[in-house]
């Protein structure tokens, strides 16, 4: 039996399984489909919601939601109807290199981990980091990164206008990427993570390219993921023998269908109501609202108990969270009017496949500041929640969104029994060989 005294966990965001396995199928990517083969694979939920602030902390810490205390990119303030912008900072549990601070890690380009905190180790932070300097611990390794070139994502704001540039940003950005990671990968360490986001970047923007043969940028797609299980491949080559082997995905993929405004959905209910005609953020709803949302799946109901200013007593709260979550589960695809008829569903499907509560899907110390409801949305129904929304559906250049059941995670070595593992994000911490605890 393998004694393993070091990991490496190399990140790829918003691949799923399925297209992993089809990509394995066709030679796309025939490294890791001998390393599965050598291995194990398992499709693996996400968090809730699947988005990568969420999922990827939840790896990072080994823990849900109502013990980490992050619920999204965004996240309302604790007792008033405010926007706050959450950070690694707001991360209420220890993250796993802290866990064993006797172990040397290095951690490169992991979303969420902004602004760098000091470690046993080096840290290059990944998206969002708006300050350059504040992205990297320790602060020697600033000049020699800037001279690489490094960036932490690509430039998503203008491959919206120009897919052509799209497509050279993110073979760049993968090129800076391996750079960094192959001369740091030749430090002493225990724990190396590293995450690639371009492929992320690709699915939202290119994923109706990925089978269609005739796409303009179809060759572009499979070329960047033949790249990038040869990175992979040649980064495993430099470890040793006794390292375990992990590569993950924080959520899948699948086919955009629609975006579902669920801010001018709660209007449409009648739960919803802003102060002026041209509201710009939560601040300018209307204190007399009872719900709103925030991206991309979330609720919040307006109780006194939660914010300062609440307009309902917690019996009222309760009352109004019941018959709002009935209202919701009782949408069907045909509600969403004229472009339901675009669709390729069945109109009488119901719109989401489940509507929770926070009780059905958090605990811990920080469920207070959970969202009073999560709808789960049908696969390729991206639920945004835009505040300015003047439409229930729209489309952008998007052809991608994520999905919750359909990441994976892929083990190098045989050493885990397979029917002993919880494919769930939150529990591939278990797999450090240090940690006693065995993946149940």
């Known amino acids: 039996m393998m004694e393993f005294n070091k990991i490496a966990f190399v990140g790829l965001d918003g691949v799923p399984h399925s297209l992993l396995k089809k990509f394995f199928e066709l030679q796309v990517m025939p490294f890791l489909g001998e390393l599965a083969a050598q291995g194990v694979l398992c499709r693996m939920n996400s968090s809730i919601p699947p988005i990568s602030s969420v999922a990827w902390t939840s790896f990072m810490t080994g823990t849900e939601p109502g013990n980490h205390g992050i619920f999204g990119f965004t996240d309302v303030a604790k007792d008033e109807i405010r926007l706050e912008l959450p950070s690694f900072d707001d991360i209420k549990t220890p993250v796993i290199w802290n866990?064993?601070?006797?172990?040397?890690?290095?951690?490169?380009?992991?979303p969420f981990t902004y602004p760098a905190r000091p470690l046993n180790g080096q840290l290059i932070a990944g998206f969002v980091s708006p300050i350059f300097e504040r992205a990297i611990y320790p602060q020697s390794l600033i000049p020699w990164i800037r001279s690489t070139?490094?960036?932490?994502?690509?430039?998503?704001?203008?491959?919206?206008q120009n897919r052509a540039f799209l497509v050279d940003d993110l073979f760049a950005t993968l090129n800076s990427l391996e750079e960094v990671v192959f001369k740091l990968v030749q430090e002493p360490w225990d724990l190396f993570i590293f995450v690639v986001t371009g492929t992320d970047r690709l699915n939202h923007f290119l994923f109706d390219a990925l089978e269609d043969q005739t796409h303009p940028y179809h060759n572009d797609v499979?070329?960047?993921?033949?790249?990038v299980d040869s990175l992979v491949g040649r980064f495993f080559e430099r470890l040793e023998t006794q390292t375990r082997k992990v590569v993950l995905s924080d959520h899948g993929f699948t086919d955009l269908k629609t975006h579902v405004n669920l801010n001018y959905l709660l209007r449409l209910l009648g739960y919803l109501s802003f102060q002026s005609d041209d509201p710009r953020d939560i601040s300018n709803i209307n204190p007399k609202s009872r719900a709103f949302a925030l991206d991309p799946t979330r609720i919040h109901i307006n109780s006194r108990s939660r914010f300062r200013n609440g307009a309902l007593?917690?019996?009222?709260?309760?009352?109004?969270?019941?018959?709002?979550?009935?209202?919701?589960a009782k949408l069907h695809i045909s509600d969403l009017g004229a472009s339901a008829h675009?669709?390729?569903d069945d109109l009488n499907e119901p719109l989401f496949t489940a509507v929770k509560t926070r009780e059905e899907i958090y605990s811990g110390p920080c469920f207070t500041l959970a969202p009073d409801i999560v709808v789960l949305p049908r696969p390729g129904y991206d639920i945004k929640a835009s505040i300015n929304a003047t439409t229930l559906c729209h489309n952008d250049i998007f052809t991608g969104t994520h999905t919750y059941d359909d990441a994976f995670v892929l083990?190098?070595?045989?050493?885990?029994?397979?029917?002993?593992?919880?494919?769930?994000?939150?529990?591939v911490a278990d797999l450090i060989p240090w940690n006693k605890t065995i993946l149940t």
């Open 313 to 328: 007593s917690e019996s009222q709260a309760l009352e109004i969270r019941t018959r709002l979550k009935n209202d919701l």
């Open 149 to 160: 070139g490094y960036k932490t994502d690509t430039d998503n704001v203008r491959a919206r």
């Open 342 to 344: 675009n669709l390729p």
């Open 99 to 110: 866990k064993y601070p006797e172990k040397r890690s290095i951690v490169v380009n992991l």
């Open 222 to 227: 499979i070329s960047y993921y033949r790249k």
């Open 411 to 427: 083990i190098g070595d045989k050493e885990t029994d397979v029917n002993s593992i919880k494919c769930e994000i939150s529990n």
